[in-house]
């Protein structure tokens, strides 16, 4: 199904936080996105969301109820709120979540998240207002490729938002391992990352947990980076070889063909 301003989206495939075996069974998650962000990707997938300044505003409840009709209509697992960058909005959020969980208990609920603001406080709220699922994206492992990636000029700034989106995986994992299932992603392109900092990723996920769910994305031309060559099924799947020599055990790999799987599966979606 295509973008619907004001109206949540069933998704076949979900995002980085959607458990990958849930994925290839039908429709996985009812979703809705918001606007606004804290980061100035030029190459943003979802800048029609991210800036729109036209559409009219809902209420947390409004959207919970609407995202409950779409998960109910499709039997959807989960229900999923991306954007542009939710957690900006903190209250609306949170209101969103026990909306949702009241008309939905038992429901998968979703965060997608760039993890750059999300305080071990906010973790906490989350999980509290019924937030079950995360799926967070730190992007790459230099802040270097950080500020190419995200625009961000202010280099202080950059190493900010870089570390506290790795710290918060830690954290998730520390204190809600087994209640909020978490998953994490980061977008390769050669335009800005190089095969020597995807293995930098992959020890860096190694160190935390080996079989935590990582998603590489393959960015494509969009926005205002459309000069940039879409990687290929065999670099996807290099990507793929590199994180897994890594020690990882749950990769998925976006690729122009779909998706595939951890290699112990051998899934393809």
């Not at 965060?111 to 937030?131: K, M």
């Not at 977008?187 to 990582?214: C, P």
């Amino acid at each position: 199904m295509g973008f619907e301003k004001l109206r949540p989206i069933v998704e076949v495939v979900g995002g980085k936080g959607t458990p990958w075996w849930e994925v290839g069974t039908g429709y996985v998650e009812a979703a809705i996105w918001v606007a606004g962000c804290n980061l100035r990707c030029p190459q943003c997938q979802n800048y029609y969301v991210t800036y729109d300044n036209a559409t009219d505003p809902v209420t947390p409840k409004e959207a919970a109820r609407m995202t409950t009709w779409c998960s109910r209509r499709y039997d959807t697992k989960g229900i999923a709120i991306s954007g542009g960058e939710p957690t900006l909005n903190r209250r609306w959020l949170i209101e969103f979540f026990k909306e949702a969980r009241r008309l939905s208990p038992g429901k998968r609920l979703h965060l997608d998240s760039n993890g750059t603001i999300i305080t071990r406080e906010y973790v906490d709220e989350l999980f509290e207002a019924g937030c079950n699922n995360i799926g967070t994206e730190p992007k790459v492992s230099r802040v270097d490729t950080y500020m190419k990636i995200t625009g961000i000029t202010d280099r202080e700034l950059a190493k900010n938002y870089l570390e506290n989106s790795w710290n918060i995986i830690r954290y998730v994992l520390e204190n809600y391992g087994g209640k909020i299932y978490l998953g994490v992603g980061f977008a390769y392109s050669r335009e800005w990352m190089t095969i020597d900092e995807v293995e930098e990723i992959g020890e860096r996920v190694a160190s935390i947990d080996r079989d935590l769910q990582v998603i590489a994305l393959d960015y494509f031309p969009s926005f205002r980076r459309r000069s940039i060559r879409r990687p290929s099924v065999e670099e996807m799947l290099n990507v793929k070889k590199k994180l897994e020599d890594r020690g990882l055990r749950t990769v998925i790999v976006q690729t122009s063909i779909g998706h595939f799987g951890p290699s112990q599966s051998s899934r393809t979606y």
